[in-house]
């Protein structure tokens, strides 16, 4: 998340655990700073990230993380991709909008499920 709303979004994110009933049994917060990353899908950019770890409770975890995407959605956040097994193909476009430009280039015999999920 932007360092400008970190302050109230990540309390927010945490109100929605909370609220769920539900709990990570890890959490890991970094802070990135504000040197642009060059690759074009890189996840680091100046803010905050909060990673969790959430047992696999299917729908629950379905209906929370819907919850969760939306605060970081709203705060102009985005989710990391090598780590979500749920994102949906809009955030996904939203967050990395440079993946045209991998798409343009990707062999088309090299189709992987994640990229099938979100750019199609």
Known sequence: MPWAVA???LPEL???IAASGQGSFLAVLKRFGDR????WLSFPCPGVTLALDFPNLR???AALFSRMDAVVRAAGGRLYPAKDAHM???DYRHGYPRWQDLERLRDPLLLSRFWQRVTT
């Open 14 to 16: 945490l109100a929605v």
């Open 7 to 9: 302050d109230t979004a």
């Open 88 to 90: 949906t193909p809009d």
């Open 59 to 61: 729908d629950r975890n």
């Open 36 to 39: 642009p990353s060059p690759g």
